[in-house]
């Protein structure tokens, strides 16, 4: 099956940067859209970043010209790349990756959506 694990996270003071990563485990074939999503206690979880397979970008209103997604596409892994963070940006961010296809064998699955464990990126004030 396939997994996100994230990494990266921590503490970073107000308008410093910070690097977080979603690397995929597994026999990935195809997706159509990998993404960061944050989710702070008592509010629902909001899209920050994606990215779809064939390189079109959307950002939040909220990081446009702070943040950065990328991928490595030969190590399955998207990056989120923050500038310029502010206290509001504290939150657990979640890798997200959609309509996966996993190859092993002579067998093919289609994930509808995965999600990551998150990790914690908290901006002192």
């Known amino acids: 099956q396939v997994q996100l694990v994230e990494s990266g996270g921590g503490l970073v003071q107000p308008g410093g940067s910070l690097r977080i990563s979603c690397r995929a485990s597994?026999?990935?074939?195809?997706?159509?859209?990998m993404g960061w999503y944050r989710q702070v206690p008592g509010k629902q979880r909001e899209m920050v970043a994606t990215?779809?397979?064939?390189?079109?970008?959307n950002y939040a209103d909220s990081v446009k010209g702070r943040f950065i997604i990328a991928r490595d596409v030969a190590e399955n892994t998207v990056f989120l790349q923050m500038y310029g963070l502010k206290p509001e940006d504290t939150a657990a961010y979640y890798c997200?990756?959609?309509?996966?296809?996993?190859?092993?064998?002579?067998?093919?699955?289609?994930?509808?959506?995965?999600w990551g464990q998150g990790t914690l990126v908290t901006v002192s004030s």
């Open positions: 997200n990756a959609d309509q996966v296809t996993e190859r092993h064998g002579s067998n093919t699955r289609v994930y509808p959506e995965i």
């Open positions: 597994g026999s990935i074939f195809s997706f159509n859209s």
């Open positions: 990215i779809t397979s064939d390189g079109m970008i």
